[in-house]
């Protein structure tokens, strides 16, 4: 049973615009939410998080937001760079400090 | 730091064969996962250590796979004996955990294939 799930599995955008990237979960206790980043043959890299007791998290071009309700985050990359293409992974954990991962997302940004 | 170190980058085997995967967490954390990498189902957890301790092994798919941590840098994963199937990227983490941010730190991964 996936418990946080990238519905998308691709999207593009063009450079100088916004890429919205989604992810849902299914456990309410989560506590914490983290994006990676993955560039192909390298280990994914953190990119920014969110707590629980907050519905927005932001760092530079890079904003998170949690929706606790709807059990739905998303992250904002505006202005979108072609740098930016990567493949995105959300994921959640629950006290134990176990990173649970979504499938991924990847993006493409295009000239 | 030099970060996660796993080894090898890349292995390629028979099935059958026993594989054993190798990863060097950073100095002074207390948490190390691993994770195997699918098509289907992203980065899937195999296994938690904290403290050297397995605290979850859930993940591991079946009795074919074991995961050992003799002390706080070194973990190995084996599969034996290995099936086409466990054909994936295996990423090592470790974290700082009990503080509160449960950033984890990713090695650049083995690419196992079995064949």
């Known amino acids: 049973d996936q418990q946080v799930k990238q519905n998308s599995p691709s999207l593009s955008v063009q450079e100088g615009r916004i890429s919205i990237l989604n992810c849902d979960y299914t456990?309410?206790?989560?506590?914490?939410f983290l994006w990676y980043k993955k560039y192909p043959a390298e280990g994914p890299t953190f990119l920014i998080s969110i707590s629980s007791i907050k519905d927005k998290n932001e760092d530079g071009r890079f904003t998170v937001f949690l929706n606790k309700s709807a059990k739905h985050l998303s992250l904002h990359i505006v202005p979108s760079q072609p740098g930016d293409s990567a493949v995105y992974f959300c994921?959640?954990?629950?006290?134990?400090?176990?990173?649970?991962f979504g499938t991924g997302t990847r993006l493409q940004v295009f000239p | 730091d030099a970060g996660v170190i796993q080894s090898p980058r890349h292995e390629v085997t028979e099935m059958g064969q026993e594989v054993t995967l190798r990863c060097k967490p950073i100095s002074g954390h207390n948490s190390l996962f691993w994770y195997r990498q699918t098509m289907m189902r992203g980065l899937e957890l195999l296994i938690y250590f904290n403290n050297n301790v397995p605290i979850d092994d859930s993940g591991m798919p079946e009795d074919r796979f074991s995961a050992k941590m003799p002390n706080a840098s070194f973990s190995t994963l084996k599969i034996q004996p290995s099936e086409p199937r466990d054909s994936a990227v295996y990423f090592c983490?470790?974290?700082?955990?009990?503080?509160?941010?449960?950033?984890?730190?990713f090695g650049q991964g083995t690419r196992l294939t079995v064949v």
């Open positions: 983490a470790s974290s700082l955990t009990g503080q509160g941010n449960t950033e984890a730190f």
């Open positions: 994921a959640a954990s629950l006290n134990t400090d176990k990173l649970i």
């Open positions: 456990n309410s206790m989560f506590d914490y």
